[in-house]
Structure formats: C-alpha cells, structure tokens
C-alpha cells in the first residue's frame, strides 16, 4: 500500500477561471504576472523542477499564455493538469474542503465594505461575552496595516483589533504580551460562537509584537476556528479506514479538528517544508502528508509584493527534490493550490483562478493528466490511489 503528499501551495493560481468576471478577477494570473514580471526585469522566473512537473505547460492550458521564459517542451518527470473550483467562493477554506472532495455549493456570510462593518448587536455582544472595554477597526483592512495603524492605541487601552476582509472572516488581533495569547484565543472562541448565526466561515486569531509601529510584527502563533466542512472529506475517509492524516501547517484549523490524526505547527515556508520531510518520514503505508505553505498567500499574495513571492517559489522549488527523493515506490505527491492572489491585481483579497495539479511519484507516467472541472478530483484522485472508497463529489485521474 502507497502513501500520498499533498502540498497546497496557498494562492498559487495559473489564471483563466471561467467565471473570474463574477469575482471581479477578469485577467487575474497570479504565476503569469509573477513571471512577466520578473522577465521584464532581466531576471526570468526559474522553477525548473516544477517546470519538469509540468507548470508551465498547465498555466498555457489553463490561460492560453505559456509563463514568460518557461520552456514550451520541458522534459517531463510527473503529470501535469489543471483544475477549475466549482465552491461559491474563493476562500481557503472552499479551496481546501474542495481538494479534500468537498465544494461548498453555499453562500458564505460576509461584512459589508462600510464603517463600521460589524453590526452593532454583534459588537455589544461580543464585549459583553468578553468583558472588553470595546473594540479598536470594525473596518475591512490589511492585517498588517491595521496593526501599524492601531497597535499603540490597543496596547493602551486593552481593546482588541477586530477587522475584516473580502472573505467570510472576522479577524482579532491582540498583542501577545500586552493583551496576553491565551486571552486572544479565549475571546476568539466566544466570536466563533457569536458569528454562527451570520454564516461566517471563521474566526481568526492575529496576535503580534512590538512596541511601536515600526517594530509591530504578526507571530506564528496564529490560530483559525472555522466552521466545519457540509459533509465528510477525504481526511475524515482516511482518518475512518484507520488510516494516519498527517496535518502539517494550518490544515488542522482550516478543517475545523476534524478528519486529522496527527498535527505539527509550523510557522513560515521554510519551517513547512522541514515539518513536511519529517512527517513523510514518519508516515506509513495507506497514510496522508498534507501540507499548506501559507507564505505564498499571507506575506506576499495579500501584500502584493511580486518580488517577494518570486523569491518565495524559487526556494520552495529550489528545495522540491528534497520530497521527491524521499517518495517510496507506490508513493504520490500532489502540488496544487486553494485559489489565487495575484501580486499585481488591485486590493489585497484572493483572485478567482485555475489552479496547478501537478502529480509525481516512482513509476508515474509523464503526460497530461486532464482539465478538471471541480478541485475535487483531486481528492477522488488521492482516495482511489490510498484504497479507500469514493467520495460523492468529482472524479479520479488516476
């Protein structure tokens, strides 16, 4: 019995989603404008292991435009696909309960782009819950902009940031020391609650350092409490069979505890990656490694730093072979992604793209593994190779 790798590469989209104009996405391609412009530079984009999983040829196929400096005939160590979300949104966690086999056909609740956001009733309750004196934000912002904006009035007056974004999300930020972690996570349960009846897909906990503007910095120490998925995912078919679903990164918050055996935290890309070697170490036969590098989405996609994100996936492309070594026969790696941030596209929100299925493993055969038309298959993909039964949702490519 085999054992499968899947690593989600946060907002890592190729473009060309069909229905990216309903989003206001229209022309959004978060590989290609990386690519484009890094090319224009003099410095072309080099991902030469992804590129011989078949990148470049899944973004030409996804969008029409082979990235700017990729080769048009790479040759080819894995199969290459690409793959369309079917979920109503472009959030992470649509994006991932939809890889995991599960679309969210429903719509979730959102705030309004007014100030402030929160409805009142929502606010008194939520201080009166909690004992807070009040809230700093209310407002749709940038996590770290907020910060820079309110961190000193927050340490003053024992108020914590409450903010949101084009996502189903209401975000707490609260200083580690001053306001205390264990109290932020305490007040981010009391709103997990609270914003049930709204529809809304988490609550998310910020907590930073610092004294000052200039030295205010988020920490690893971040923490989600989302709903749970509709229905039950490829993990919790895994984790029923006996099987061990290793949850390296966020994975365990973003599907809410459920379906995962074992987790290890990890902060940052280079702290994903090692957690991920081990974990593939200490997987068994019929197990699941699953992975999401968050670096991708949280410091540069939203950030909207082109040069930043390039560097970002040469490193972790630089460093890919060091999972494709440690695959044993039988084994399947999975790099996918939950939707897109193009670092070039206005605002700071997700964008509504295709995504890369790239699929390696000993005795793989090179080629085209398909145009998928739900994130799905990729989780009836994964299910069909580990031998346990098929989910309700998509289609295996194997």
């Not at 412009?37 to 078949?54: I, K, Y």
């Not at 108020?159 to 007040?187: K, N």
Request: overall charge negative; hydrophobic content about 40%.
């Amino acid at each position: 019995m085999a054992r499968a790798v899947l690593c989600v590469l946060d907002s890592f989209g190729i473009g060309g989603a069909p229905d990216a104009a309903r989003f206001g996405d229209a022309g959004a391609n978060t590989l290609g404008h990386i690519a484009q412009a890094r090319h224009q530079a003099g410095d072309p984009l080099r991902l030469p292991n992804m590129e011989a999983l078949g990148l470049g040829l899944a973004a030409r196929a996804a969008c029409g435009d082979l990235p700017a400096g990729f080769d048009a005939g790479p040759e080819l160590l894995g199969r290459w696909g690409h793959a369309c979300e079917i979920s109503n949104g472009k959030d992470t966690p649509s994006g991932h309960w939809e890889i995991a086999g599960v679309p969210v056909m429903f719509d979730w609740g959102y705030f309004p782009r007014e100030v402030p956001c929160f409805p009142q009733d929502l606010v008194d309750r939520f201080c009166a819950e909690t004992a807070l004196p009040g809230i700093l934000g209310n407002k749709h912002a940038s996590g770290t902009e907020i910060i820079a904006e309110l961190g000193a009035e927050h340490i003053k007056t024992g108020r914590p940031i409450c903010y949101t974004s084009s996502d189903s999300v209401f975000q707490i930020a609260a200083h580690e020391d001053h306001f205390g972690l264990e109290r932020l996570y305490e007040i981010c349960g009391v709103a997990r609650a609270l914003v049930d009846d709204l529809n809304i897909g988490r609550v998310i906990a910020r907590p930073f350092v610092g004294e000052d503007p200039a030295s205010f910095e988020r920490t690893g120490n971040r923490r989600d409490y989302s709903v749970p998925p509709p229905e039950p995912t490829l993990l919790d078919g895994l984790k029923s069979s006996g099987r061990q679903v290793i949850a390296v990164g966020k994975i365990d918050d973003i599907f809410a505890h459920q379906g995962t055996t074992q987790v290890r935290k990890a902060s940052g890309n280079e702290a994903l990656f090692d957690a991920t070697i081990d974990a593939i170490a200490d997987a068994g036969d019929g197990d699941l490694v699953f992975t999401n590098f968050v670096d991708f989405d949280m410091l540069y996609g939203h950030r909207r730093d082109v040069a930043g994100y390039a560097a970002a996936l040469e490193h972790f492309d630089g460093r890919l072979p060091q999972i494709m070594d440690r695959l044993r026969d039988g084994d399947l790696l999975v790099l996918t992604a939950d939707h897109g941030c193009d670092p070039t596209w206005t605002g700071s929100d997700h964008t509504r793209e295709q995504v890369p299925v790239l699929v390696y493993g000993p005795g793989i055969e090179p080629g085209f593994l398909g145009a998928l038309q739900t994130f799905a298959d990729i989780g009836q993909s994964i299910a069909a190779h580990l031998g346990i039964g098929a989910g309700r949702h998509g289609r295996s490519f194997l």
